[in-house]
Structures are given as C-alpha cells and as structure tokens.
C-alpha cells in the first residue's frame, strides 16, 4: 500500500471517529497452490499469501464498548460489549470480529474496546479467504493496540477457533496460517498436524494467475462441513485420528467395506497428500513438468472423488490447461462449490493465457471471468 493510499484511508476513520487511528494492521488473503480438503485431515498444503488483503485500522476506547464500521458494507456499522459477545444474525460480517475479540478472551489475553474501521480487497466469497485475512488483521489489530505478543501460529489458532467456533464454519487451520505467515515471493509447505513449515520459491519467471468463474458459492459452509465429516468417518473407520495415518494401500485393501461415496472421498485426501508433498519438491527444483501433471491430477480428484468442483471451475482449468500444457498448471483452489482456479503460467505465456479465458469463458458459460495476477506476499506476524 502506497503513501497516498494509506492517507485515504486515515482521513475516512478521521471522518467516522473525528480522531486519527493509532494502529494500522493489515493481514493477506491467500491462493493454495495445491493440497486442498487435507488441512482438516491432518495433511499438508502449499498455500501462498497474496497482495489482496484487509485492513483495520483502530482506536483503544477506556470502556468494554467495540465499535466497528464496515467500508465495503456501505459503511454499515455494529457496536456491542465485550462482557455480553452474541451471534449477531443480521450483521454477519460482524461475527468475524466477535469471535476473534472472544477468542483472545478465552485464551486469556487481555483487552479492551476498541473503535475499528475495516476496508478490503479480497474478493469476497470467491475463496480467496476474505474472512481469514479479516480475522488475522483484527487479531493483529489488537495485538498493536494492547501490546501483547502473540505468535503468527496462536493467531492463526485463534482466528480457526472463531471460525469453528463463533462464525459456524468447520474450516481447517491453513488460510489463517498463511495469513499469518506467508512470505513474499514464496509458498508454504505446512504440516496441518505438527503446525511446521517450509517455504519454496515461486520462479521469477512464473506469474500466479487467479481466475474469479464468478459463480457464486453455495451451500459452501454445509457441504464443507458435510466432506469433513465423511473424511472423520473414514478416520474411525481406520481406527486413526485423521486420515493423514491412512495410506493408499490400507484403502485399497478396505475397499469393499466401505461406500464408494466414502471411499472416493478418502481417496481424494490421500492422494492429494502425496501430490502436496510431490509439489513443493517439484517448486524447489524448478521442475514446472512435474508441476503441471500434479495440478492436473489434483483438479481431477476434486472434481471426480471430492466433488467439490463446479462445470464452471472445469472448464476454466480445461482452457487454461490447453493453453499451457505442460508449461504450467492450472487447478481449483480453496473450498470449491465455486470460487476461482489458480494457474501457475511462465510470465511469456500470461498473455496468451488471459486471451485464451477472456474469449473461451464468456462464449461458453455467458460469464465474465475477473482474471488477478498475483504476486505471493508477507503475512500478518511473519518475522
Ligand atoms: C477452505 C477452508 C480451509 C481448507 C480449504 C480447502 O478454504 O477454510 O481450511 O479446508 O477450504 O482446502
């Protein structure tokens, strides 16, 4: 964010609160490489924080009173104690701040009211994690605010817990993780149990490229929580916690004992465990070849074993992949139901790329795709 920017936005919290803010806190969306439906099973994934995010900006106040204005909701605005947190059904977007402000109650950090401007520019509902980016800036927010030291790890705990916990989402712990902790230029290979992680460069001359099918996701949070638990209940089956202990060939050989529903669901987590951990060694060595049939596959698997994804998300990774071959890759990233395709282009190719989904996309479906570049960013907390 430049000078200029960072100036519009102060003068608005001056023109809502008649004081300047004193913390400016900012916390990234992000875009998952690869590894999608394994962060709740316990697996990897290999997310990157991008240069679409959330700002808050924020006052303390002396009582227990938090004040919040929403700039992309038409400057709509809640205000509540935090000695009486509730579920508010009419402002959702409000729950977000709830449940982190009671979060970091019940870890026992200490704070007080606040009044808190919000602002950004993660496109919403589109998976690009808009609410974890919000969660992480509220928690960041705070922590500058009443000067308590908190871990980007902690912070991702708490913004998951809100989510799980408050908002009413199953959600596992990467969008928040990595929003708390991406690193510029690279990609994160995170273990969703142990919570460790390395980075891997993104190559300077491959551009990440988000492509919006501008479908809206439905019935996402109870489909979501509905692959969850199917994925649990294969876990029991196995008499595991997470299907992360479970192997290819422990489901192969169970095969006829469980529903074929069950099984592809399961099949789909295990084998995108392996690509996961496949592609952050393809990264590193710089091999795009290995790359591109692992972003196949993994779109494949979503789309046939998961079924998470829509005809639309289909044929944009149909497009793109005839464009790129085996040059890049090009897969659906997030939830799906929805939402948007990540494609990983050489920076020579972005063009053609753009050319091939801005005429194929509209002709076929009468939907106009947003196309973003992205570059990978720093997160939240990141040292
Ligand atoms: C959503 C959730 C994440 C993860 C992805 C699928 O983004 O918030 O925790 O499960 O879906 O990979």
Not at 22 to 32: D, E, K, L, S
Not at 131 to 141: C, G, L, N, Q, T
Not at 244 to 252: G, H, I, T, Y
Request: glycine share 6%; hydrophobic share 40%.
């Amino acid at each position: 964010m430049n000078m200029y920017e960072l100036t519009f936005l102060k003068q608005e919290f001056y023109q809502a609160y008649s004081c300047e803010p004193q913390v400016v806190a900012y916390a990234p969306g992000r875009v998952n490489l690869i590894g999608d439906h394994t962060d709740y099973n316990d697996g990897w994934v290999l997310p990157a924080a991008v240069n679409f995010g959330t700002h808050v900006l924020a006052n303390p106040r002396n009582d227990r009173q938090i004040r919040v204005i929403a700039k992309d909701y038409n400057d709509e605005s809640v205000c509540f104690d935090l000695a009486s947190i509730s579920f508010n059904q009419q402002v959702p977007w409000s729950n977000y701040v709830a449940g982190v402000l009671n979060e970091l109650m019940i870890a026992g950090i200490e704070i007080n009211g606040a009044d808190l401007w919000v602002c950004g520019n993660v496109p919403q509902g589109a998976g690009l994690s808009s609410s974890a980016s919000f969660e992480i800036a509220v928690v960041k927010a705070f922590s500058l605010l009443f000067n308590f030291d908190i871990s980007g790890e902690l912070a991702a705990k708490i913004g998951q817990r809100a989510e799980n916990r408050f908002v009413g989402c199953n959600c596992g712990i990467m969008d928040q993780f990595i929003s708390a902790l991406g690193r510029q230029g690279q990609a994160m290979l995170l273990d969703c149990r142990e919570l460790s992680y390395q980075y891997a460069s993104i190559p300077n001359d491959m551009a990440i490229m988000i492509v919006n099918s501008n479908v809206k996701r439905e019935l996402v949070d109870s489909e979501y929580n509905i692959r969850r638990q199917q994925c649990e209940q294969v876990a029991k089956f196995f008499n595991k916690k997470a299907l992360r202990e479970v192997s290819l060939a422990d489901l192969e050989q169970a095969q006829a004992d469980l529903e074929p529903q069950l099984f592809r669901r399961a099949w789909h987590v295990v084998s995108e465990n392996a690509r996961t951990l496949r592609a952050y060694t393809a990264l590193n060595n710089h091999d795009i070849h290995t790359l591109s049939q692992l972003m196949a596959d993994s779109h494949a698997s979503l789309r046939n074993d998961f079924e998470v994804t829509t005809p639309e998300l289909d044929l944009l990774v149909e497009i793109l992949s005839a464009v790129l071959g085996e040059n890049g890759g090009a897969r659906m990233t997030g939830g799906g139901f929805g939402g948007c395709v990540v494609a990983l282009v050489p920076t020579s190719m972005v063009d053609v790329a753009t050319a091939a989904v801005e005429t194929q996309y509209p002709e076929k479906t009468g939907i106009t795709p947003d196309i973003y570049l992205c570059t990978a960013e720093t997160g939240a907390f990141t040292a």
